[in-house]
C-alpha cells in the first residue's frame, strides 16, 4: 500500500490438522498483523488409508485476490460469483457479483479428476487403491465460478472463466468489469498461458522455454483497447 503495509493472501492452519483457512490479512511492514480482512474455511481432504486425496481437484474452490490500480485490492472465494473490491485499509469499496446458475460436475468429469490423481500417486510412488480414492473423494456440490483475478492499469478486473468448448478441451475467457464494478463484456485471450501483466494496450505473458534454458516474454496487442476505455 502507499503507507508501506501489505495485505496478502495466506494459509491458516489451527491446532485441529484437519482445519485450516484461506484469509486476507493486513500486516505492517515488519510481519505483524494489523487486521484479518476475511477468512474462508478451505474443504477438508478425504482419506483413502493414509493417503490424502483432493488435493489436485481442479474443481475445489479456492482464494484468489489481486492488486489494483489507485492502491486498491479484489479478492474473492470461487465457490460463489463475489469479488470484493477493498481500500488500503481492508475495507470494502463495493462488491461485485454476478448471477449465474452452478455448474454441476459429471460423472465421467470426476472419473477423470480420479484418474488423474491416481497418475500423480504412481508418478510418485505412493499406492492407492481405486476404488478406496473413489469411494471417499470429496467432490464439491458444483464447479468453481472462477479460476483467477486480473486487472489492467485502468484498474479494469479480468474474471478468469473456464468452459470446455466444442471439441470437448477447456478454453478460459474473462469477464471483464470496469473500476465502478460494471460489467463491460466477455473477454477472448486465445493465448493459453496467464497474462503476468495488462497495461499499455498490451497483454504480457511469460512461458519457460526449458530446451533453451530461458523465459520468454510474449506481448499481445489487445486490438479493441478503444472499448475497454471507453467501456463500449
Known sequence: TADGRLIVSTLTRYQDPSKYT???LLIDSQGKTLKKIAGFDMPRLSMAGKVAVGALDPYRPALHARALSGDLGAYGF???????????????IHVIEKM????????????????????????????????????????????????????DDLGDLF????????????????????????????AIIKERLLPEVIANK???????????GLYEIKRYEIKNWGQIESNQ
Open 22 to 24: 484461506d484469509d486476507i
Open 78 to 92: 470461487s465457490s460463489e460469483y463475489k469479488v470484493n473490491v477493498i481500500d488500503s485499509s481492508g475495507a470494502i
Open 159 to 186: 474474471v478468469l472463466k473456464i468452459r470446455k468448448g466444442r471439441d470437448g478441451k477447456r478454453e478460459s475467457f474473462y469477464d471483464l468489469f470496469d473500476k465502478g464494478g460494471n460489467y463491460v463484456f466477455r
Open 202 to 212: 498490451c497483454i504480457y505473458c511469460v512461458r519457460e522455454n526449458e530446451t533453451a
Open 100 to 151: 449465474e446458475a452452478p455448474e454441476g460436475i459429471s460423472p465421467k468429469e470426476k472419473d477423470e479428476v480420479i484418474d488423474q490423481e491416481m497418475e500423480f500417486f504412481k508418478s510418485r510412488g505412493i499406492f492407492a487403491d481405486r476404488s478406496e480414492v473413489a469411494k471417499v473423494y470429496n467432490f464439491p456440490s458444483h464447479k468453481s465460478y472462477f479460476y483467477g483475478l486480473f486487472s
